[in-house]
């Protein structure tokens, strides 16, 4: 997926501090495109976090009712220096990129594309969608891969019984399950359902810092609730997370981890760099018709343009302390 924001900020990433408890992070809604267009609410980046080990970006989407909004319909478009991972709950999105990659995305499988040192590729909802709902997250890639050849990887997880529940691991290890996809950092990403009332403990690597997305219901991380569309933090050091789902109904969550990933970075529009003059360089082959990016065959139509740089120097900077932490039985929670 690309940000679609016409004016998108300077995102400055750092490996972040650690804190205690769990740090809940919510939404800023998104809208990507026109007045039809469909809204995303995006929970990473934000300036109280912006990685959650090497992932960088978190979009979260529907149900969104195609009808209305007109679904995905994303051109073809630039991606450096990352790889995306796209993740469904309904719905189906047709996937087209410059190594010649046709492909469709589902609910329960998964599409990895490997950035590097240039892609490009459109997305768009198929004609049989009539909801789309579904996660859109980045992962950064270390400055050693950072140049790492185009790929493309596509997985079905099994899912995997627990107490109340399933585990679809994508990427990582969980439960008993690993995914075969590859990464260039140790990561984590999986969908958990709760059923109404359920509680489960996970054991967890406790090198990495953990990331909870609710998708749907309540649910209660060490403690701390989390409603629909907030993320809750686990810094490292824990080795076992508990969830719980509340009486009411069941949920659904995405979990996220890895080890801090130690690199300060430079993310804005669809790059991901570590200087200014990377971000640059990168923005001016996509305007020029580079090769660096290819070209995605059979999509037709424009690509999508780049959006202006702004008026000063793309610099990273260390994330500031979060505002607020939730303690268990609290409802209120830090503002993005």
Do not use: K
Request: charged share 15%; proline share 9%.
């Amino acid at each position: 997926m690309s940000n679609l924001e016409s004016q998108p900020v300077e995102v400055p990433v750092s490996g972040g501090g650690r804190t205690r408890g769990v740090e809940v992070l919510t939404a800023r809604n998104v809208p990507l495109g026109g007045p039809r267009a469909m809204t995303v609410r995006r929970t990473l980046p934000q300036r109280s976090r912006t990685l959650i080990g090497a992932w960088c970006f978190a979009d979260h989407y529907g149900p969104d009712d195609v009808a209305l909004t007109g679904g995905m319909r994303v051109a073809p478009h630039p991606h450096t220096g990352l790889q995306t991972v796209s993740w469904l709950f309904s719905g189906e999105i047709e996937h087209r990129d410059s190594m010649g990659t046709h492909a469709l995305v589902r609910p329960g499988e998964l599409n990895l594309m490997t950035g590097g040192f240039g892609i490009s590729h459109s997305e768009f909802s198929t004609a049989d969608t009539t909801v789309l709902h579904g996660v859109q997250l980045w992962i950064a890639l270390p400055e050693a891969h950072r140049a790492a050849a185009r790929g493309f990887q596509h997985h079905v997880p099994a899912p995997v019984p627990l107490p109340g529940g399933l585990a679809r691991v994508f990427l990582g290890a969980l439960a008993g399950a690993a995914s075969p996809v590859t990464t260039f950092t140790p990561l984590l990403g999986a969908e958990i359902t709760l059923e109404a009332g359920a509680s489960v403990a996970l054991d967890v690597d406790g090198a990495f810092e953990h990331g909870v997305l609710v998708d749907s219901g309540e649910v209660a991380l060490e403690g701390a609730v989390l409603r629909p569309a907030e993320l809750g933090y686990v810094p490292p050091g824990t080795t076992r997370l508990h969830l719980s789902c509340s009486a009411d109904q069941p949920a659904r969550t995405v979990l996220l981890g890895g080890p801090p990933f130690g690199e300060d970075i430079v993310m804005w529009w669809n790059f991901v760099g570590r200087t200014h003059e990377d971000v640059v360089r990168a923005r001016q082959a996509w305007q020029e018709g580079s090769d660096r990016f290819g070209h995605v065959a059979g999509q037709g139509g424009a690509r999508l343009p780049a959006p202006e740089l702004p008026n000063a120097t793309l610099t990273p900077r260390r994330a500031p302390a979060p505002r607020a932490l939730r303690s268990p039985g609290r409802s209120e929670g830090a503002g993005a």
